[in-house]
């Protein structure tokens, strides 16, 4: 992906609604993919464990299961949740889900581009911090090897000298090559 493209899902019972914010959403961010578009409960919960959305636009007052119990349902969701609903009375509970935006209908475009411009960030952040950790773990395991054959070849000359060893040649050869 990108590095400056996203994915998002929209879980609203109302298909109007779900209509509206994609039409918002293609119009204000042309770097928004929304990759699935949920009116129930199940639904919504398949799509979040399957697709691996950046972003989630969720209602919350839904029938059978509220948003924020979905949400609950996933508990290694790592998508940036973006709550969209008629109620003000969750705006508390949103905290608890450390949501980039609780924006109340009739969306306002300007609430809109503050919640989901805070997402992105927050998503590019998340990218980045992965980057590094994958970057730290390539080079810890090229050090480990390193040092590994470092010792491997310390060892086989001065226990055999003149060892005609092919192995710690190649582990030699391989870390050399690579760090």
């Known amino acids: 992906m990108a590095p400056n493209t996203f994915t998002a899902i929209i879980v609203d019972d109302l298909p109007y609604a779900i209509e509206i914010l994609s039409a918002k959403l293609k119009y204000l961010f042309s770097s928004i993919n929304v990759i699935g578009k949920f009116t129930s409960w199940e639904n919504a919960l398949e ?103 470092y010792w491997q070849s310390f060892i086989c000359f001065f226990n055999h000298s003149g060892c005609s060893c092919s192995n710690w040649l190649w582990f030699f050869k391989f870390c050399k090559g690579s760090c």
């Not at 697709?51 to 790592?78: A, N």
């Not at 705006?91 to 809109?112: Q, T, W």
Request: proline content about 4%; glycine content about 4%.
């Open 47 to 149: 799509g979040l464990n399957n697709l691996d959305p950046d972003i989630v636009f969720m209602d919350i007052s839904m029938p059978g299961k509220s948003g924020m119990d979905i949400l609950r349902m996933v508990p290694t969701l790592q998508a940036e949740i973006i709550f969209i609903t008629a109620h003000k009375d969750y705006a508390r509970s949103a905290f608890d889900f450390a949501a980039s935006g609780y924006i109340l209908k009739p969306i306002d475009d300007l609430e809109l581009t503050i919640a989901v411009e805070k997402a992105m960030e927050r998503t590019k952040h998340k990218r980045l911090a992965k980057q590094h950790v994958d970057l730290f773990l390539l080079y810890d395991r090229c050090s480990w090897w390193c040092c590994f054959c």
